[in-house]
C-alpha cells in the first residue's frame, strides 16, 4: 500500500554559479570577453544596459514529486483523482453499470454520479475530452475522467493525459492530484514503464509556463502526482527519473527558443552552452571560438552571415565524454543558430514572412543544448557526443554580405550568395565541416532551415533528410519513444541542377519547388562520404502558434538516440 517509488522532478535551466574564472583551465573562450550569468538561465551583469532594459526575472523554479503506488483507487486521498479513458472503457452494461472494472469500482462508491455525469456531458473518450466532477465526503475531492481515444499505442495521449491533469490541477487549485488508466491490467512490464514516463513528461512540460519575462506570475500549486496500477519498483524509479531529465533539458530547449533576439544574443548563447559544461563539468568540456579563431580555420561561409551584426559570432562546442568506460561511438549533434534572422539585404517581408518570429530561428541549436543538458544529469556509457552551434545574427550594416557576393567555405568549396536570407545553411556549412573533423562516425543536423517544409509537412512534423537507411531507422525508433513526429522525404539528387553557378562552386538557394530537398542537398555538399548524415528541418514543430511559445522539439528524440546509440554500439 506505501509508495515504493519516489523521486522529485525538479527542473532547473542551468546553473546560477560565475563559470569564467572559476572553470578557465577547461574551457578555451574567445579573445573578448563572455558576460557570466548572474541568474539561473541568461541573466547577464553588463557593462551597458540591454536594449530595451530588459532582463529576465529569476523565478523559483516549480517542483513536482512524482510517486508510483499500487493502491486502490476508491481509497487514495488528495485533491483530483484522474481517470485516462478510452473510448472501449465506456462501454456499459443492461443496467448503464461501467462495464470497466477500475470505473465501475469509482462509480460504485460514488452512488452513480460518474456514470450520469459521463452520459450528460456527452462524455466519449476522445482525445481532448475530459470532464470532472465535485464530490464530498471521500478521499479525492474531485474525479476527472481525461479521454485516451480507441486504443492508444503512441506516446502521444499519455503525455496528453499528464498535461490535462496539470491543466486541471492549475484551474482547481490542486496541490495533489493521482493518474490512473481505466484499463492497465493488460499492459506488458515495458508498456508499463513508457506509460509513466509519457505522463510524467507530459505532466511536467504542462506545469512549465515562461514567465521570466512578465511582470507578474502566478505560482503554481501542483506539488505532487501518484501514478497507480502500472507498478512500483527500481526500473519505475529510474523511468519517472529520466522523464524529470529529459524534460528539463526540453524546458532549457524552451526557454532559449522564448527569449527574444535582444537578451539571447550568440555570446549570450555561448555562455549558456558553457554554462553546461561547468555544471556538469565531470563529464563535459567547453571551447568557444571568436570571430578570429573561425578565421583561422577558414569559415568564410559562417563569417558571411555574421559579418553585417554588431553582435559578434561564437562558434559553440562542448564535448560530452562518459565518466567511466570505454567509448564505442562519437556522435556530432549540430544546430542552426541565428538568435535573429533579418533576411540580411533579402530582408523578410510581405505577410507571413514572420518576422517578427525570427528569434526561433536558433530553434535547432536550443535542441543540441538542451539534449546536453539533459545527457549531463543521465551520462549515458558508451557514447562520446559533440554538440556544435555556429551562433550568429544575420542583420543588414553596410559591412554585411551583399546578393551576388561569394564566400568560401572551411572545405574550400566556393557559394555564390543569392539569397542573403538563405542563411542558415551558409552557417550550417562550416559547423558540418568543423564536425566531420571531430572524427565522429554519425551526425544529425537540426534547422529551422526553410519555409517549404512547413509547407509540405504542417506545423507539427518535421522533415527528415538522409541517405542513410540505417540512420532514418534509428532516429525514428527514438521518435517512437518520445512521441515526436518525423517524416523521411527524399534526397533528390537531379534536384542538384538548379543549385550551378556561374562564377563559383554552387549558388546557396535554387527555385521555389523543392525547396526544402535543395537545402538539404546544399548541407549535403559539406559531410564527408565516410560519415553518416541526417538532416533534420524543423522549422513547422520548433514553435507553437496556438500557445505562442516555443516547444523544445527534437530534444527528447535526440536523447532517445544517444542512449541508444552508447548502449548498441560494438
Known sequence: MAAIATIFVCFTASSSSPFLTRFASRFHFAAFPLRSPARKLMSQTLPRAT???????????????FTAKDVDVTEWKGDILAVGVTEKDLARDEKSRFENVILNKIDSKLGGILAEVSSEEDFSGKVGQSTIIRISGHGSKRVSLIGLGQSPSTPAPFKGLGEAVVAAAKSYQASSVAVVLASSEGLSAPSKLSTAYAIASGAVLGLFEDNRYKSEAKKPTLQSVDIIGLGTGPELEKKLKYAGDVSSGVIFGRELVNSPANVLTPGVLAEEAANIASTY??????????AEQCAELKMGSYLGVAAASANPPHFIHLCYKPPSGPVNVKLALVGKGLTFDSGGYNIKTGPGCSIELMKYDMGGSAAVLGTAKALGQIKPPGVEVHFIVAA?????????????????AS??????????DAEGRLTLADALVYAC????????????????????????????????D?????????????????????????????????VADMVNTGGRQGGAIIAA??????????????????AGPVWNDKKRSATGFGIATLVEWVLKNGLNAH
Open 51 to 65: 536594449l530595451g532594459l530588459t532582463h529576465p526575472s529569476n523565478i523559483e523554479t516549480p517542483k513536482i514529486c
Open 392 to 408: 550568429c545574427e544575420n542583420m543588414i550594416s553596410g559591412t554585411g554580405m551583399r546578393p551576388g557576393d561569394v564566400v568560401t
Open 411 to 420: 572545405n574550400g568549396k566556393t557559394i555564390e550568395v543569392n539569397n542573403t
Open 521 to 538: 542537398l546544399f548541407l549535403k555538399q559539406f559531410v564527408d562520404e565516410k560519415v553518416q548524415w541526417m538532416h533534420i528541418d524543423m
Open 437 to 468: 573533423n571531430q572524427g565522429v562516425e554519425k551526425i544529425i543536423d537540426l534547422a529551422t532551415l526553410t519555409g517549404a517544409c512547413v509547407v509540405a509537412l504542417g506545423p507539427s512534423i518535421a522533415g527528415v533528410f538522409t541517405p542513410s
Open 470 to 502: 540505417e540512420l532514418a531507422k534509428e532516429i525514428f525508433e527514438a521518435s517512437d519513444v518520445s512521441g515526436e513526429k518525423l517524416w523521411r522525404l527524399p534526397l533528390e539528387e537531379s534536384y542538384w541542377e538548379s543549385m550551378k553557378s556561374g
Open 281 to 290: 563539468s565531470d563529464v563535459f568540456t567547453a571551447t568557444i571560438l571568436n
